[in-house]
């Protein structure tokens, strides 16, 4: 083992009219189903109806791409075209035939709960928009990976999709003015977007609108500048002013003390006065 | 594109004992590099020597498990028993020849810059022994993806990785204790780790040395209980005591404003009686 090693490749795979195989119908597989329709996959899932986990059929139910076959796994002729396969079933000797398979035909392949028969494992995910996080123990504690999603979840900025929403098209706009490939417009581009990012909040950049991205276009890019949102006469933050202000507890207590005590000394040398 | 689509399927790659090419030499390639040794891959790396970035050259000086070719690509031969493939060159037509083979030989590839030509993404990445974490922004915004990045940094838990190693240990040494896959048994294993995880708090966790963890399964599994880590007399938390005592200012602020308060009344009062 490398002095780096111990972990994995994490990876955003791309599945865009890829075709998943998903052999179960419980809730794993509901999880494994609600994944890839995530990366637009085109999914078939073979598994016998009368084993349907509720949150599998409403899968089925849905508007989503799923050919259903209501049968066991049938053999080779089911992976003609398939480009990934999940399975999630208990009949472990079956799980091993489907995994043999797989390998021969170099389909990546993942059977849950048993780790040597994974190509890839899955992790705790987050997702906001365009924005996903995998978190990961590398099958060390799944709990920990979920307690430790939770208090990320907890501590994103608010808006981050939007936000990444929005400078994506900022960037599309870019290129579309100033187009090529690499060379120095590509790095004077790259430049400009990093210093949008750096010097705006991602509150704000979640607020740009096609107006002020073209505002911020004339009076920016072409001037080589980055104009602050007060500069571009932005729409207030305070729209999103979600944030209490954390100093008026503070003035209270302080106040309140200070009252407190000017009472107690007062009583107390007014008494002392009689 | 399904109600939940426009993501990727964000995965761990398993790569232990797989056979990686790489081919380039440049700032990209040395993190490519840096990517597939920390999932303990065996390294190919295609690129002429007078091309090489330092940091690809350290990684080539180092101890590490990289079979170095000092030429270009050369064909389809550099593909045998490759198992997955991370172009990062300049010559275009180059990467798509590559990406092309490895398409015909279903080779999972990966060619920078060009996105038509990927299989997967890379993402930002969090590394703290076994715990991996992947921001991707599914290619909206590298740069948000970096601030994201570190903000999720600061406010990870303190010794989550540490936590991590000592659960999966003690994980283990509960199957040993009590084995078997499935079943009842592995229903109760699974239940007792998740009382264990949501009732001990992170750096308590990193503190779980070998016979605490004997302690905590004879008075704790065995007894079907998950006793504190005072009923175990474990180390006192202090040991990591970095966090403050919140309450501390807010007292003291309250008695200064307390005496100030009491101060200015007496001087008003005695002042007055003069």
């Given at each position: 083992m490398s002095p780096l090693g111990g972990g994995s490749l994490l990876l955003a795979w791309q599945l865009k009219g890829k075709h998943v195989l998903i052999v179960g119908g419980g809730d794993v597989a509901s999880g494994r189903i609600e994944s890839v329709l995530a990366a637009d996959a085109r999914v078939t899932l073979i598994t016998p109806?009368?084993?349907?986990h509720p949150l599998t059929k409403r899968f089925l139910d849905g508007p989503y791409s799923i050919t259903y076959h209501?049968?066991?796994?049938?053999?080779?002729?089911?992976?003609?075209?398939?480009d990934l396969v999940l399975t999630a079933i208990d009949d472990v000797a079956q799980s091993c035939v489907i995994c043999s398979l797989c390998r021969e035909l170099k389909i990546p392949v993942n059977v849950a709960d048993i780790p040597e028969s994974c190509d890839f494992y899955f992790g705790s995910q987050i997702r906001d928009g365009p924005l996903q996080i995998m978190i990961s123990t590398n099958g060390n504690s799944p709990k920990l990976a979920n307690i430790i999603r939770k208090k990320i979840e907890q501590n994103l900025p608010e808006h981050a999709g939007d936000a990444i929403i929005r400078v994506g098209e900022l960037r599309a706009k870019l290129k579309e003015r100033a187009p090529g490939v690499g060379g120095e417009t590509g790095k004077r581009r790259m430049r400009w977007m990093i210093d949008v990012c750096t010097s705006w909040e991602m509150e704000e950049l979640a607020l740009l609108d096609d107006q002020m991205m073209r505002k911020l276009l004339d009076d920016g890019w072409e001037k080589n500048a980055v104009p602050s949102p007060a500069e571009m006469g932005a729409?207030?933050?305070?729209?999103?002013?979600?944030?209490?202000?954390?100093?008026a507890p503070g003035i209270l207590v302080t106040t309140l003390s200070f009252v407190a005590g000017a009472a107690c000394a007062s009583l107390f040398l007014l008494a002392r006065r009689r």
């Open positions: 109806s009368n084993g349907l209501d049968r066991l796994f049938g053999g080779v002729q089911d992976l003609a075209n398939v729409r207030s933050r305070q729209m999103y002013s979600a944030t209490p202000n954390v100093a």
